[in-house]
């Protein structure tokens, strides 16, 4: 099995139960919701769509425009609601099946970590129309930083991605030639009882697969209650935090009069 058709494989399996815990990612996906432009737009792609809970929110700000939900994971897409004019589209970020200039505005929430960004900014670029804008929320470096240190006190393998850091991030969208209008950062904390609770919460979104460098023999009593105590160790009033650093960004395809 490839890597991809692995990370297809945990969203697929994480699809009955994303919607119930996917508390933080929903409050993402409103905040970028929030950031849209008001134009006339007559075709919205969601890349990286989910269970599409963003798509009566897009609907609602582009009543007239046909919406494309777009994931890479079948179960994703199937636990959707009907909606008039949405269609669902099971596709790769890296290769869309739409043609060039053809989208008013690309929408994507907490997708692209999961992305080589060498590959889908410029697929993101090509398929919006000149001047189009791309909203997007993603995760950068120190994202989940808890499970990293955790599990540092048992191996060296990766247990989370190695998120970009915003630098790293601004030059993709650049090399992709993608100009950036607005960036807005946040930190945002969750915080569970025990490190069980905290882990099987990551895997109820899907995100536990770690495609590079990944640990694929079993933990044993030892080792995981090391972990466990490594949890404990970074326990506050509030319980063990799992951390998030946000960012949500606003960027176009150059149009008539833009450089590039």
């Given amino acids: 099995m490839t890597e991809l058709a692995a990370v297809r494989r945990s969203f697929s399996r994480a699809a009955d139960r994303y919607a119930a815990s ?37 609907r609602g700000r582009y009543p007239h425009a046909l919406l494309l939900s777009a994931d890479f994971a079948p179960a994703m897409l199937s636990a959707h609601a009907p909606m008039a004019d949405n269609a ?10 739409l043609c060039e200039g053809s989208v008013d ?9 999961w992305c080589d960004l060498s590959r889908s900014l410029p697929e993101c670029r090509r398929v919006l129309r000149p001047g189009a804008p791309m909203c997007f929320a993603t995760v950068l470096d120190g ?42 950062r946040s930190r945002q ?21 770690v495609p590079l460098q990944a640990r694929r023999t079993t933990m044993g009593r030892a080792a995981w209650q090391s972990v466990c105590a490594a949890f404990d160790a970074q326990r506050t009033p509030r319980g063990i ?3 998030y650093e946000l960012a949500w960004v606003v960027a176009h395809r150059p149009g008539h009069g833009d450089p590039g």
């Fill in 22 to 58: 996917a508390g933080l990612q929903r409050q993402v996906s409103d905040r970028l919701l929030d950031m849209l432009p008001a134009i006339a737009a007559r075709r919205v792609l969601d890349v990286g769509c989910g269970t599409g809970f963003a798509s009566a929110g897009l």
């Fill in 88 to 97: 669902r589209v099971c596709a790769d970020a890296h290769a869309l099946p």
């Fill in 105 to 113: 505005l690309i929408f994507s929430s907490l997708m692209l970590q």
């Fill in 143 to 184: 994202t989940l930083r808890e499970i990293d240190l955790a599990f540092a006190a048992v191996d060296r393998h990766r247990h989370t991605l190695p998120f970009l850091d915003e630098a790293a991030l601004a030059a993709a969208l650049v090399t992709a030639g993608l100009v950036v209008d607005h960036v807005e």
């Fill in 189 to 209: 904390v969750e915080y569970f009882n025990d490190a069980r609770s905290l882990l099987q919460s990551n895997r109820d979104i899907g995100a536990s697969r």
């Fill in 241 to 243: 935090p799992l951390t």
